[in-house]
């Protein structure tokens, strides 16, 4: 045994400083080992911590971006349908005056003495004015109300004037009840147009014409759907009504709305990438930014009723799109 600094090493105290210095080992082994241990499972919750967070992050900041695309969306259409909608108001509001008026007008003639009406003229081409065309083999002079209908020319040119949806108005003497009418008298500033190759004025089949036949069937305000310009060629719609007088039917007035009018809004729709679409009464398009496909818009004679299309879908969002507001739908 040997003694130093007062310790006697190699007996008992020996035995009992090594059994201290493992214990004190021991307990940092031990020490290391839960940090290593804790430290270890720290991380890995903080790292599951992080990845939960992400996920909750994304999934709400998706949910957000969602909800105000889908909000987005729905404002930007309520908003284009109301504009679209205030066009076709307008139109119908126009008729509806002219209705009136020419109702109160044939009902009360006593009221109105006669007014001259006159067939285009070409220096007239591009100044709003009020003109005469008839069917083929009528005699104007041989109505006895033309004189009485012309009575409509000042408020038929006010309201076009007035207008930056119809392109003109008129109203058609032509009835079944006599054999003079034929006649119609107009509003617009293309009295240019109405000639044919001759240099006369053409003669105009009012009663052929699908605006006329629609609205005589339906007995009330009736659009049509796509029709070309009978004298422009210019693709647009019409908005007419019936007149009656003492039970009978005795004139048709209406209004032409001309397609690029509204091709003018709806191309300011589109800029963004989407596609706009205008859908009447009947299922047909009658205005769409495409040009092909199965949104491509076409005349009233060969337009396809979109909820009899061949997708199931698309017909039946176009059939609920008819009855009121759809809601954002994919």
Known sequence: MIKKFGLTLG??????????LIVILLI????VAASLYLSADLTKVVQESAVKQRESMTSISGQTMQYMLNNSMMRNNIMEAMIADGMFAEARGNVKTLQEYATYLYTHPDEFSDKPVYPPMKKNDGIPSVQLQHEAGIDPADDPNLGLAANMGEL???LFQNSEVINSCFIATSCFIATV????IFVDDRAGAYFDEDG????FETRQRPWYVGAVEAEDIYFTGIELDASTDIPGLVCAAPVYANGKLVAVVGADIF??????????????GVI?????????LIFSSNDEGTF???????AMDLRENANQELAAFVTKALQGNTGLTT
């Open 200 to 203: 006369k004025v053409a003669t």
């Open 276 to 284: 706009v679409c205008i859908v009447n009464q009947d299922g047909e």
């Open 296 to 302: 491509k818009t076409s005349t009233s004679d060969t």
């Open 259 to 272: 397609l690029y009018q509204i091709a003018e809004f709806v191309n300011d729709s589109t800029e963004s």
């Open 28 to 31: 940092v082994g031990v020490f």
């Open 156 to 158: 038929m040119l006010s």
């Open 181 to 184: 009418d034929g006649n119609i």
């Open 11 to 20: 007996g008992l105290q020996q035995k009992i400083l090594n059994l201290v």
